[in-house]
């Protein structure tokens, strides 16, 4: 079968495969959020009947949250897995937004044009690439080059808790050769990556309660203890002067970066200042003596993603709150065990406590970094077919971010998995605005039609 028709195909098909595109993010499936459960159920009834005006047999499949969409073509050669998410972030804060996040709209920018909607490039947009590759192979050829398994989740934004028993439940029909993961993106604007490392999580929600009720500052003020102080001295206990984390015994299993690999990520040129400097920021704030790329990439961290105590709203009120809570999540690295950094980190924070003062714990979500062997000749394959379809050559690289199916893929199924996506680090995903450069969407299909051409040849 031929590749350059399909490319031809793909080229002339564009604006078809914008327009679907545009009618998948219209659909606010939201999966964090129990009032979109009819939508992320639309956005999977939706894939399915996309999947199979391509020939694939699709089925919804439910799970005790939201369902995943699994669909099969039986053709010849390899079996290929591909995985994505159809379910996207909140879009709070509303009011940054300069449109309707669901009424998504091809815009024109001083950077080119970009496909502008909530889920455009976190995944909708990305997984779709892969959805019009086998369409055009299709539409051109009258069958797909090889077996292929599409397998769709719907709780990938809100910590996945129905993926891994539906994996066990479902191992024969979903294992195959090798998976195919398109959640991340491009290394700069033009280099192709695939990712080869990927850093672990761990979600931990701390609130600490001390009076009955909140107080008249004036009143109590200076006798009573206030959980609001006792939460900022928690968090500023968690790092030390030079950006290491005092956690006892959170650096277990942080391997140190290789020779080979840091000369390897040293050739990237890695501009940190640019970097920073697309969102107002100039100086690394990790650990000192790091390079840049180690701190998002191979390097464990600790943020505080939310704080919430007293009264918030316009004005001022004397208040000293009843309650005080914060999100804290760490990126983990290595062979770093969650379960025991949660037993550890809790034990800290409990220490901290005042007798006055209680503390309650919600996890959200444990799961361990991954590492992806390169000695599987997909890699090379595909490689040198994002090569030929890019500018630059395709590298090997790491991800700052958290991807857990692709560790679940080796533990669960005994799956190598190979990371390639095309958004970029201005695409403003999980944030206000975000978007999915159109020439990422259109040369992101090409890519895979390239793959799967180099898988099967």
């Not at 080059?145 to 539906?166: H, R």
């Not at 500023?236 to 950006?243: C, E, P, R, V």
């Not at 105590?309 to 983990?332: C, E, H, M, N, Q």
Request: charge should be negative.
């Amino acid at each position: 079968m031929t590749l350059a028709s399909v490319l031809s195909r793909i080229d002339t098909d564009l604006d078809a495969a914008t327009d679907r595109l545009l009618d998948l993010l219209r659909i606010p499936s939201i999966s964090t959020d129990p009032a979109y459960k009819a939508d992320c159920d639309k956005a999977a009834d939706w894939l399915v009947t996309d999947l199979e005006t391509i020939g694939f047999t699709a089925s919804k499949r439910p799970t005790p949250g939201h369902p995943m969409v699994v669909a099969h073509y039986d053709g010849p050669g390899p079996h290929l897995l591909f995985y994505g998410h159809y379910d996207v972030q909140p879009v709070d804060p509303l009011d940054l937004w300069d449109a309707d996040p669901f009424a998504p709209a091809v815009e024109d920018t001083a950077k080119g044009r970009v496909i502008r909607g909530r889920g455009s490039s976190d995944d909708k947009g990305q997984l779709m690439t892969f959805v019009e590759a086998c369409r055009a192979w299709k539409a051109e050829h009258g069958q797909l080059p090889c077996k292929i398994t599409i397998f769709f989740e719907g709780e990938e934004e809100s910590g996945s808790p129905s993926l891994v028993p539906f994996m066990q439940e479902n191992a024969a029909e979903l294992t195959a050769d090798v998976a195919l993961i398109c959640d991340t993106g491009l290394y700069g604007d033009s280099t192709p990556a695939i990712i080869t490392q990927l850093r672990g999580l761990l979600g931990e929600e701390l609130t600490i309660t001390g009076p009955s009720l909140d107080l008249h500052s004036g009143m109590y003020g200076g006798l009573a203890m206030n959980p609001a102080r006792v939460l900022a001295k928690v968090i500023a206990a968690l790092h030390d002067d030079t950006g290491r984390i005092t956690v006892p015994d959170f650096y277990d299993g942080v391997p140190e970066l290789s020779n080979e690999l840091a000369a390897s990520w040293d050739d990237l040129k890695f501009d940190h200042a640019a970097f920073l400097g697309d969102v107002g920021l100039s100086i690394p704030a990790g650990e000192q003596g790091r390079r840049p790329l180690e701190m998002i990439w191979s390097r464990p961290t600790c943020e505080v993603n939310g704080m919430t105590s007293g009264y918030t709203g316009d004005g001022f009120k004397t208040v000293l709150p009843s309650k005080a809570s914060a999100k804290i999540s760490f990126r983990l690295v290595g062979t770093q065990d969650p379960h025991a950094i949660r037993k550890n980190f809790r034990a800290m924070v409990e220490s901290m406590i005042p007798a006055d003062c209680t503390v309650d714990w919600a996890d959200h979500g444990a799961s361990p970094a991954g590492q992806m062997s390169t000695d599987n000749p997909a890699f090379a394959k595909s490689a040198a077919a994002l090569t030929d379809e890019w500018p630059n050559a395709a590298a090997y690289v790491g991800c700052g971010g958290s991807i857990p199916i692709a560790g679940f893929f080796k533990s669960e199924l005994d799956m190598d998995a190979m990371l390639i996506g095309f958004g970029k680090d201005d695409d403003a995903i999980h944030s206000p605005n975000e978007k999915y450069d159109l020439s990422s969407f259109h040369k992101g299909t090409r890519s895979w039609a390239r793959i799967l051409h180099a898988l099967t040849a």
